[in-house]
């Protein structure tokens, strides 16, 4: 979806360094996530935040850390990349006011660490 | 390809066929239930959702039902085609208008055969 972009879209890194993660969108949404995605675990949320006064741990938000630095932006950090922070990771936008209560989803983001 | 397949319970349909995922949720609390489908290398797409209040809607070829009896909701597509192929997860949240954020299932990959 077109209206919440990702960069990079993939990116290869070496533990121990520090490594961020973009997400933008024009949908005017409050609402922010962040998810990694690994193979047969299905989606796990990771932070999220629901103004950009507003930072919350998701399931799994050890080893990471955010910055709501607009409505419409929201980036997710590795402070020190390790290994098993390899996966899919996806930014989602949700509406707080509209009638449509779903996430909208970005590309993704492919990192390997190494 | 898309490595979010591994391991995952896997349908496999004849094109023209009808499909039907199913999904066992886990809060009986959650008030608000979404599909999204997931194609390789993209991001998750909402299908359709449903409210507790209802046991059965209708899309363009989809219809999600919800027994709330079992804690259990499905999706059928009619006339399944190739396009169709993709990795197909439900999700479930107490509250859409509140604070709360969505559980996701671990999915099932749907292949159609030509």
């Known amino acids: 979806d077109a209206d919440v972009t990702q960069t990079p879209r993939n990116r290869i890194t070496k533990t121990g360094k520090r490594i961020m993660l973009e997400c933008s969108q024009t949908k005017g949404h409050d609402r922010m996530y962040w998810y990694r995605q690994d193979p047969g675990l299905g989606l796990r949320l990771i932070y999220y935040s629901f103004d950009v006064k507003d930072i919350n741990k998701g399931e799994i938000s050890d080893g990471y850390s955010v910055s709501r630095q607009a409505q419409a932006k929201f980036s997710l950090s590795l402070e020190s990349a390790i290994p098993n922070q390899t996966a899919l990771y996806f930014c989602?936008?949700?509406?707080?006011?509209?009638?449509?209560?779903?996430?909208?989803f970005g590309p993704g983001t492919r990192l390997l660490v190494l | 390809g898309e490595s979010v397949g591994l391991h995952l319970p896997t349908l496999s349909v004849q094109e023209g066929d009808n499909s039907i995922i199913n999904c066992a949720y886990s809060n009986s609390a959650s008030d608000y239930f979404i599909w999204y489908k997931q194609e390789s290398g993209k991001g998750p797409q909402f299908i359709i959702d449903i409210r507790s209040n209802m046991d059965k809607r209708q899309g363009q070829r989809v219809t999600v039902l919800l027994n709330k009896t079992v804690k259990h909701l499905s999706l059928q597509i009619a006339a399944t085609q190739p396009g169709d192929s993709a990795v197909y997860f439900c999700a479930e949240t107490l509250d859409p208008s509140g604070y709360s954020t969505l559980t996701f299932g671990k999915g099932t990959m749907l292949l159609v055969s030509p």
């Open positions: 989602a936008t949700s509406d707080l006011y509209g009638e449509e209560k779903t996430q909208y």
